[in-house]
């Protein structure tokens, strides 16, 4: 009933309400910061718990790998009297078989396992982005050719590869790494090649043709440039699978060989001291099942972060 | 379709080839004779006459054609660390055993890991899914053989102690080695089922709730479905196209990845020679290996690319 009465009453309604003048400047204020694309995908990733705890253990490994075995270099020392301990005062994750302390050699194994898994990835990393960017950035016949290459080497198992590498040729770090890239570049070749062919028909690739820039130019300064999201979620996935195998390597006695340290030969031989000597276990598989988990977490993170439908 | 099949066809058979010509020359680069590896005991005469007997004072080209020959009727040679035993013939007797075992552990990969798919998208972003989630990336990151050692111990000799302390016999629940009856395969099975669980979960959650999000989704809803009708007719159905396609790819990694299992569990599959023929340095039968699992992936891809375009109308349209 107020509200007739007050419409009815003219006087009163206009009498309720003040006239704001129009301020044109404050109206047109921008109150958010603008963004790009890259502080919100940082943004985004920075919200994201999961993620950057599995950040903080990445980097935690990284500097462990880098500077730990400056701090504790002796990963060979063998000492005798001393072998097959329990963790305690003197080796705070006890010794192994032959009175090595087991977490020098962790630290060691973990500068190693790392250095296979990133160097091996990283070369992937660029044999793929070189490749697929040829084969969808030319197209056509090139593509067609450079495909059916690709299939033919998709076909041929992995771990085969790796195998067959490392019985013909001296095993160490460089071959493992030699034969992970051996067919190991192509999942992300094709990747990289379907990121391309998708981008190159997009307007600004058509107005840096129109101004003249160079066919390498518009492939390595816009197109790549563009797809780098999936490309970074993919190395940092491939990671712990070059990690792994590794580990799966060392079990056939493939792997590195002692008395130089990687995690997976400390699995493998923990694993057949299995249940005498739970510290020789234990302590590899958990490093090694973190370090799985936090690659694997943050490339989901990446994933979502770089994603613009999951924005909010 | 008829020409995509050809097509597919053709590819597999150059894809064999390659391979074929690539082990008979990564063969031939190892230096020395395949009879001088660790016994110099041998005689230079003996092995004149063994270098002929196998048709190795040949020249390569004929050594060649003579092994893609001989691979076409199916003679890989012999190994030499199974008493000149011929490499087709271990084939023959071990590979059921590694097609039983692969087998086993698909069937529980592929329905376990579907139906944790379908949990945790159902469940997205509450407990259920995160913990799904954990059990992927651990079944995809922890090695089999530390999976293996663990289930050995625990469920194995563990619960073989108690069996004994309180039954007081010597029956064992889930033995630890040998492939003899159903028990012996449930660990062995597990574990080698274990990778695809992890990779299937994850493809299934995603491919799960894209579909969920699809407009024909809400109509159903909308046109009063029940709710189990509606995940199982409509979602799942339409989820399980993207895990079609990866099932070839992981028939053959599943059936010839087997032989890390293989060699721990004492399983007299084809793995556990490949693992043994490599510490033995037999080459020949590391190479027939080779050549055999890579004939056995391809032709596997190749028959689920071709049934998958028969089954499902919108590939063919595609392609």
């Given at each position: ?27 047109q204020?921008i109150h958010r910061e603008s963004m790009t694309y890259l502080q919100g995908v940082v943004r985004t990733l920075k919200r994201n718990?999961v993620a950057m705890?599995s950040l903080g253990?990445i980097v935690?490994?990284l ?51 790392l250095f296979i898994g990133f160097s091996a990835e990283t070369i992937n990393l660029f044999i793929g982005i070189i490749y697929g960017g040829i084969a969808g950035f030319i197209g056509g016949k090139v593509d067609n050719i450079m495909m059916r290459i690709v299939e033919v080497l998709m076909s041929i198992?992995q ?18 790494i030699f034969?992970l890239t051996i067919t190991g570049w192509i999942g992300l070749a094709r990747l990289v090649r379907g990121q391309v062919l998708a981008l190159r028909e997009n307007e600004y690739v058509v107005a840096a043709k129109v101004l003249g820039a160079s066919k390498k130019d518009i492939l390595f300064g816009h197109l790549i440039p563009n797809a780098v999201g999936p490309i970074i979620v993919n190395y940092t996935m491939s990671i712990p699978g070059a990690i ?50 936090a690659f694997n977490l943050f490339g989901d993170g990446l994933r979502d972060a770089l994603d613009p439908k999951m924005r909010k | ?6 097509k597919?066809?053709?590819l ?190 994850r493809l299934?959650?995603t491919s799960?709730l894209d579909?969920?999000d699809q ?26 196209m993207p895990?079609?396609t990866v099932?070839?790819r ?64 919108r590939v063919?349209l595609t392609k």
């Open positions: 009933m107020a509200i007739t009465a007050a419409v009815n009453d003219k006087k009163t309604f206009v009498k309720d309400f003040t006239r704001v003048t129009r301020d044109i400047e404050a109206s204020k718990k705890i253990f935690f490994l500097l462990v790998a880098i500077f730990g075995p400056m701090i504790f270099p002796d990963y060979e020392k063998q000492d005798l009297l001393h072998t097959l301990q329990k963790p305690g005062a003197g080796h705070i994750l006890g010794t192994d078989e032959l009175g090595r302390d087991v977490l020098t050699r962790l630290i060691r194994g973990t500068r190693v396992s198992p771990t085969l590869v790796m195998i067959l590498m490392l019985t013909i040729l001296k095993r160490g770090v460089v071959t493992l034969s792994g195998a590794e580990a799966g390597l060392s079990y056939l006695g493939l792997g590195i060989s002692v008395p130089e340290a990687s995690w997976g030969n400390m699995l493998q031989f923990g694993a057949s001291q299995f249940p005498a000597s739970l510290w020789l276990f234990f302590a590899p598989a958990v490093l090694f099942a973190l370090a799985m988990l | 379709m008829r020409k995509y099949i050809l597919r066809i053709l597999a058979v150059v894809t064999i080839y390659v391979i074929m010509t690539l082990t008979f020359f990564i063969m031939h680069s190892i230096p020395g004779t395949p009879f001088k590896m660790g016994n110099d005991s041998l005689s230079e005469d003996t092995i004149a006459v063994l270098m002929e007997r196998y048709g190795l004072d040949q020249p390569l080209y004929r050594q060649y054609f003579k092994y893609i020959g001989n691979i076409f009727r199916g003679d890989f040679g012999v190994s030499t660390s199974n008493g000149y035993r011929s490499v087709s013939d271990i084939i023959k007797t071990s590979f059921p055993v590694s097609a039983d075992l692969g087998i086993r552990a698909l069937i529980f990969g592929t329905v376990a890991g579907i139906l944790l798919g379908i949990t945790s998208a159902l469940h997205g972003g509450k407990p259920v899914d995160h913990m799904s989630t954990v059990i992927a990336i651990i079944g995809i990151s922890v090695p089999s053989f530390v999976l293996g050692t663990v289930l050995q111990t625990i469920l194995g000799l563990g619960l073989s102690r108690w069996v004994k302390l309180i039954f007081n016999t010597e029956y064992q629940l889930f033995p630890i080695a040998r492939w003899e009856s159903f028990r012996y395969t449930l660990i062995p099975s597990f574990v080698l089922g274990m990778g695809t669980v992890a990779g299937l979960a299934m959650r799960m579909v969920i407009d024909y989704v809400k109509t159903a809803k909308s046109k009063g479905i029940s709710n189990r009708a509606i995940v199982w007719k409509h979602e799942v159905r339409n989820a399980m895990v079609v099932l070839g992981m028939i053959g990694g599943v059936v010839t990845g087997s032989y890390i299992i293989e060699s721990q569990f004492a399983i007299p599959g084809l793995g556990k020679y490949l693992v043994n023929s490599i510490s033995s340095r037999d080459y020949t039968m590391t190479m027939g290996l080779t050549v055999f699992y890579s004939i056995f992936i391809v032709g596997s891809m190749l028959l689920v690319d071709i049934l998958y375009c028969v089954v499902d109308p063919r």
